[in-house]
Nanobody, 119 residues
Framework: QVQLVESGGGLVQAGGSLRLSCAAS????????MAWFRQAPGKEREFVAA????????YYADSVKARFTISRDNAKNTVYLQMNSLKPEDTAVYYC????????????WGQGTQVTVSS
């Protein structure tokens, strides 16, 4: 079964950077889409970024374009989210998720990692 383990969250000042990691196991992920979502207190979970494992096509929410970069390391089965120019409104629990390219919903989720951006 698919397991996703996030790491790299923490406290950072506005304008700073963090890199989140998502270690994936249990499958060959060449047929998967990997994504990052986030959920701030009192708000619904929202899409942040996604990458199609095979080929590397990426997608971003408008709110993070030009600041965040999603990537993957095939050898390590790990997906990264490089977050630059962080803003207080980026504060949230960030979740890694996975779905088959052919699927509509994300079936696999990590436990989440907290990102806090102070002003």
């Amino acid at each position: 079964q698919v397991q996703l383990v996030e790491s790299g969250g923490g406290l950072v000042q506005a304008g700073g950077s963090l890199r989140l990691s998502c270690a994936a196991s249990g499958r060959t992920f060449s047929t998967y889409v990997m994504a990052w979502f986030r959920q701030a207190p009192g708000k619904e979970r929202e899409f942040v970024a996604a990458i199609i494992w095979s080929g590397g096509t990426t997608y971003y929410a408008d709110s993070v374009k030009a600041r965040f970069t999603i990537s993957r390391d095939n050898a390590k089965n790990t997906v990264y989210l490089q977050m630059n120019s962080l803003k207080p409104e980026d504060t949230a629990v960030y979740y890694c998720a996975a779905r088959l390219v052919s699927a509509y919903e994300y079936a696999n989720w990590g436990q989440g990692t907290q990102v806090t951006v102070s002003s």
